[in-house]
Structure formats: C-alpha cells, structure tokens
C-alpha cells in the first residue's frame, strides 16, 4: 500500500503528553508512542497475523502480516486518524489481496450520504462507507473535517 497521508492536527487524542516529540527525549518516547498504537489496534479489535508499529516523529510504520486487504487498510487508517500522526508507511503483507479501496478526506459540510453520493452515485449507499470504517467510526454522524475514510469497491 505504501505512503498515506492524514491531516497532523486531528484524530483521536491516544499520545497524552506525548503529542509532540523534542528530538532530545525521541529515545524514550516513541516506543511509548508506538505502544499507545498497537493498545489502540488491539481496543479496536482490528484483525492482523502479526504486527510491529514504529514511529519516528509524525510518521508511523506498520509492518507485519494480515489476512484481507480490508484489515491492512483499516489498520492504516486506524493508526492515521491519531493527533500527531501525519505520515503512515503501511508495509503490511496481506494473505488474500484484492483490489484496494479508495480513500476520502472528510471537508467540512461532508456527510457519509454526500460522500455515496459522490463516490457511488446513489446517497443511499452511505451504510457501505461506514461498515467499511467500523470500528473507528462508531456513528455514521460522526465524522470530521480531516478525517481519511475508506470507501471499498461496491461488490
């Protein structure tokens, strides 16, 4: 998958503190950055075979291997949709590949319904895009400007 960019300045607030890194206290805070990561993958539930998060700054790694397409890509965003993460390198090895989904910032004014709509054609289809970003979206009403979603292919 590669490089994906998200919005630093928004996203769920995991880091505490540690928002920000001096370069002279790096050492000691990104494995506490990269642990507070992998805690949020694992409270969301999200699926993986094995998996390794390193940070370094604003950018994030994610190395390991999962089953679908689906759960690297949800992993990514997941680790993306953080404060204070701006870059993720999604190396994931994924089992069963498929065709990757497309991605959407959320702008201000969006809504799941707008965003089918453009995407689909059909406003009605908005239930694909949230099943498609659960668990880190827990109401389809929910949703911020700055926000990277996923919106898979229609099967």
């Known amino acids: 998958m590669g490089l994906m960019s998200f919005f630093k300045g928004v996203g769920e607030k995991i880091f ?4 920000q890194v001096e370069p002279a206290k790096a050492a000691e805070v990104e494995p506490l950055r990269a642990s507070a990561l992998l805690a949020h993958v694992k409270q969301l539930g999200l699926a993986y075979n094995s998996l390794t998060i390193r940070t370094n700054g604003d950018t994030v790694s994610i190395i390991g ?3 679908k397409q689906e759960d690297a890509e949800k992993i990514a965003l997941a680790v993306g949709n953080v404060e204070g993460v701006k870059v993720v390198d999604n190396q994931l090895t994924v089992d069963e590949p498929e065709e990757e989904a497309q991605y959407h910032e959320v702008v201000k004014g969006d809504s799941l319904s707008k965003i089918a709509q453009h995407y689909y054609g059909d406003m ?3 239930p694909a895009i949230f099943e498609a970003n659960k668990p880190m979206l ?6 911020y400007p700055g926000q990277l979603l996923r919106i898979p292919p229609l099967k």
């Not at 505490?16 to 928002?19: C, E, L, Q, V, Y």
């Open 16 to 19: 505490g503190s540690h928002t």
């Open 65 to 67: 291997e999962v089953a």
């Open 124 to 126: 009605m289809k908005y």
């Open 138 to 143: 827990k109401d389809p009403d929910l949703i």
